[in-house]
Antibody, heavy 118, light 108 residues
Framework: EVQLVQSGAEVKKPGESLKISCKGS????????IGWVRQMPGKGLEWMGI????????RYSPSFQGQVTISADKSISTAYLQWSSLKASDTAMYYC???????????WGQGTLVTVSS | EIVMTQSPATLSVSPGERATLSCRAS??????LAWYQQKPGQAPRLLIY???TRATGIPARFSGSGSGTEFTLTISSLQSEDFAVYYC??????????FGGGTKVEIK
């Protein structure tokens, strides 16, 4: 069974750094892209970027380029989303997802709620 | 970047009635269009891909149509569990995927 299991909720202060994770199982982690999706409170889904764990090829949506870092450690089948300096506006639910070029996103993580507040 | 526009923002429908949701792309995405359902507190769920192919386990009352820039999701007879927010997404410009703003289907 394919599963994407994300790390738990985080509460941080503005200016702090953060790295959240997404562990894939039940499939060949290095053979599928993994993406990240932001959902701000009460708002829609926003595509942030994507990584191919097989060779770490990473692409960012223009809105998120330079704002976050996406990485992966294929040895432990885990993808990451990282901030170096959080802002209150980063408060959101973040989902990892497994998109394909032929069938949309077939698997989603359960989401990680990030709250940034002073 | 391809912009996806969904309409209406909110659709009020009575149980048992048909719901028709629209999605428009700013440029052609061929048939590389997916629809998702999201209920409160849950991750989105894939309903339709390839504009018209139902994902595994999705009931036949959900159907998708369209190609190019105009797409439609139809729910033939709304059940109580179908009241949710629906998103379209293009994946033609791989790997630069974009979502529409969503349509909330609420009980009339």
């Amino acid at each position: 069974e394919v599963q994407l299991v994300q790390s738990g909720a985080e509460v941080k202060k503005p200016g702090e750094s953060l790295k959240i994770s997404c562990k894939g199982s039940g499939y060949s982690f290095t053979s599928y892209w993994i993406g990240w999706v932001r959902q701000m409170p009460g708002k829609g889904l926003e595509w942030m970027g994507i990584i191919y764990p097989g060779d770490s090829d990473t692409r960012y949506s223009p809105s998120f380029q330079g704002q976050v870092t996406i990485s992966a450690d294929k040895s432990i089948s885990t993808a990451y989303l990282q901030w170096s300096s959080l802002k209150a506006s980063d408060t959101a639910m973040y989902y990892c997802a497994r998109p394909t070029s032929v069938a949309g996103i077939d698997y989603w993580g359960q989401g990680t709620l990030v709250t940034v507040s002073s | 970047e391809i912009v996806m526009t969904q309409s209406p923002a909110t659709l009020s429908v009575s149980p048992g009635e048909r719901a028709t949701l629209s999605c428009r792309a700013s440029q052609s995405v061929s048939s590389n269009l997916a629809w998702y359902q999201q209920k409160p507190g849950q991750a989105p769920r894939l309903l339709i891909y390839g504009a018209s192919t139902r994902a595994t386990g999705i009931p036949a009352r959900f159907s998708g149509s369209g190609s190019g820039t105009e797409f439609t999701l139809t729910i033939s007879s709304l059940q109580s569990e179908d009241f949710a927010v629906y998103y379209c997404q293009q994946y033609n410009n791989w790997p630069k995927l974009t979502f529409g703003g969503g349509t909330k289907v609420e009980i009339k």
